[in-house]
């Protein structure tokens, strides 16, 4: 029987689909001239990736306008996406918002509405929340909002009340950028007038509905981490093969060696970890929960160490503007603390296996 963490040929011809899109549109080149002017979104790449290819729609079924996929699917994207460090309101939209509206009463028309023009890249979504909530953290339901992702490139904000979960037009919302570490995440405070927008759900129905959302926010970071990750390595291997120094690679010596070693390994966790999220979000597995959090707490740390080594590893070129390691490294710190730290997921994998918290 082959192993559900495996990649489908489905699978397989969707990230070929997505890695060649963003090849041609969201090279580091692009991206480091997109961040010099402070909108780091490149034009014509969220209509490319959401409607032409559908991604999308992914997680949304086909009778309400989606491509009727999984979070397998959506995790492919997503790990396309972190080694690109690609500048798209994917997770915030594609994932988070969507999950989020999928819990609520599909049936009733201004959630299905919003949920087709989500699943048809029309319209972005973003949960008006902190990309540092975690799944299972309070949630703010007053107030300015600070720390919102994505909330520049919204079209409608999913914003939790008192009384319930609320669509407020972007346009009817007050949007402070904040300059972020990660700038091709930007990040914003999102101010709201009591009374705006269109009730979706009751509060307890709102509750259940953002923790889901956040859930599969949480366990679909752990494929970007994986995907940047995975470019990291890559990058780090190429330029030690490329790069001499005593008339040798420097690749091939030996201190080097062991530590790109000990970074595969690490990557190769990751990658079953990250798996592994995405199969139990996809099959809706009562363990979904702890192998999120368990994802989490080891994907956040190995993409970290990854951006990190592939910044050291490439000595001088590596601490410069120009170089692309950069922005590996940001979005791996900024990744870090997002939807929760690898500290409180590890505090929930002690708290699902009833074990003594980490000291």
């Given amino acids: 029987m082959t192993s559900a963490l495996l990649y489908t040929e489905t699978e397989d011809d969707l990230r070929a689909a997505v890695r060649s899109l963003l090849a041609d ?3 580091p080149g692009v991206l480091l001239g997109r961040i010099e002017t402070g909108d780091p979104y490149v034009p014509g790449l969220w209509k490319s990736l959401a409607g032409e290819i559908g991604a999308a729609g992914l997680l949304v079924p086909e009778e309400l306008g989606g491509q009727g ?14 080694r690109a460090v690609a500048p798209a309101p994917y997770l915030t939209s ?3 918002a969507t999950e989020t ?3 609520l009463d599909t049936g009733s028309a ?5 949920l087709a023009a989500l699943a048809a890249g029309r319209t972005v979504g973003v949960l008006a929340l902190p990309l540092s909530t975690a799944p299972g953290a309070a949630v703010p339901t007053s107030g300015p909002v600070s720390g919102v992702a994505d909330a520049a490139a919204a079209d409608v904000l999913l914003v939790p009340r008192p009384d319930g979960l609320y669509a407020v037009p972007a346009d009817e919302a007050t949007i402070a950028p904040l ?15 009591p009374g705006t927008g269109t009730r979706l759900a009751d509060a307890d129905t709102a509750r259940a509905a953002v923790e889901r959302g956040l859930l599969a926010g949480a366990g679909l970071l752990a494929s970007e981490q994986l995907g940047l990750a995975e470019w990291c390595l890559e990058e780090t291997v190429r330029h030690t093969r490329t790069r001499f120094q005593f008339n040798r690679p420097v690749g091939s010596f030996q ?4 530590r790109m070693a000990q970074l595969w390994l690490e990557v190769v966790n990751a990658r079953a970890a990250a798996r592994a999220a995405a199969d139990a979000l996809a099959t809706g597995s009562p363990e979904a929960p702890l192998t999120v959090a368990v994802a989490q707490a080891y994907c956040s740390k190995v993409a970290v160490h990854a951006a990190e080594e592939c ?9 410069t503007w120009e170089h692309p390691a950069h922005l590996a490294l940001k979005r791996a710190k900024s990744d870090q603390i997002a939807l929760g730290s690898a500290g409180r997921h590890q505090d929930t994998v002690a708290a699902l296996v009833d074990l003594p918290a980490p000291v």
Wanted: charged letters at 20%; a negative charge.
């Fill in 311 to 319: 910044v050291q590893l490439h000595g001088g070129i590596g601490m």
């Fill in 179 to 193: 300059t972020p570490l990660d700038l091709t995440r930007p990040l914003a405070t999102v101010t709201t007038a």
């Fill in 69 to 82: 996929a999984s979070h397998r699917e959506a995790a492919v994207v997503l790990e396309e996406l972190g």
């Fill in 255 to 258: 201190a080097l060696k062991h």
């Fill in 110 to 114: 201004p959630v299905a509405e919003l």
């Fill in 25 to 27: 549109r969201a090279e």
């Fill in 101 to 103: 509206l999928l819990a």
């Fill in 94 to 96: 594609a994932v988070v």
